[in-house]
């Protein structure tokens, strides 16, 4: 058996984060949609995030009709308001998230210097995807994580 080359060992390495960042959406108190991010620099996570209500705001994201609270932060933006706090910093750093971004949270990952940006599944608007792809920034989508 010969071992893995670079290539396919970097797609275990996403497939891997890709469903950690799965599992830690599970921490959301959102009903509509969970989304997890996890953001990794040289080997090591460090920072994660999920969808949800700031710090201090009671855990319902949506309101009576069911619809998305708008202060609601996005898994992305959550980790990475989470690393600007550290000592921590993602430049050059691979964001694993469950959802592809959307044009705002591009934003941010663009700013916060993330080089790569892994995803699972395809968000129906393409604006963040796009936005990513002109500033140079790495988007992986990869369909099936458990193989």
Not at 5 to 12: F, V
Not at 80 to 106: F, H, M, Q, W
Request: glycine share 6%; hydrophobic share 35%.
């Amino acid at each position: 058996m010969t071992s893995p080359t670079p290539a396919e060992k970097q797609e275990l390495l996403d497939k891997r984060y890709l469903r950690m960042s799965d599992i830690w959406a599970e921490n959301s108190y959102c009903v509509r949609r969970k989304v997890g991010a996890i953001i990794v620099k040289n080997g090591m996570i460090i920072s994660d995030g999920f969808n949800g209500t700031p710090s201090g705001f009671e855990n319902v994201c949506e309101d009576a009709d069911g619809l998305t609270k708008p202060y609601v932060l996005h898994a992305e933006a959550n980790a990475i308001t989470k690393v600007a706090r550290s000592n921590n910093s993602s430049d050059g750093a691979t964001l694993y998230v469950t959802a592809s971004p959307c044009l705002e949270c591009s934003k941010l990952i663009i700013q916060a210097g993330i080089k790569r940006v892994v995803f699972h599944e395809l968000y129906r608007l393409t604006d963040g995807i796009d936005l990513l792809t002109r500033a140079g920034v790495e988007c992986v989508h990869i369909q099936n994580i458990n193989q």
